[in-house]
């Protein structure tokens, strides 16, 4: 008998720009719903939806940040991270060496 447990997630894929294209393009040719698609590819529903909706706002279609500026973003906030670690760094250092000339 089977067990009643959860099923195991997903292992996450990453798929291709031009691969998320195809899939906008035919929701956005209507014969098939959103999730007739997702069902015929093997996707969720929810990434789905997604791409469709960051191909709206890439296509200044709907209102947000589009990809290009999502990227910015990330990579804004990666280095804002990175510069917070090297100042609290540097005041260790610096606390460390004043204690050391006292």
């Known amino acids: 008998m089977k067990s009643m447990g959860k099923k195991r997630p ?3 894929r990453s ?5 998320k294209a195809e899939i906008v393009e035919l929701c956005r ?3 098939r719903s959103v999730g007739q698609v997702a ?11 997604g791409w469709v909706k960051q191909a709206d ?6 209102d947000g ?4 500026e999502r990227e910015e ?6 280095e804002n991270r990175r510069l917070r670690e090297d100042v609290e760094i540097l005041k260790r250092a610096t606390a460390f060496f004043a204690q050391e000339t006292r």
């Open 15 to 19: 798929f291709t720009p031009e691969f």
């Open 65 to 68: 940040l589009t990809s290009n």
């Open 73 to 78: 973003l990330a990579q804004l906030r990666r």
């Open 57 to 62: 706002v890439d296509a200044d279609e709907r």
């Open 39 to 49: 069902k015929d590819f093997d996707l969720t529903e929810t990434a789905v939806r």
């Open 10 to 12: 997903r292992p996450r």
């Open 29 to 31: 040719c209507g014969d």
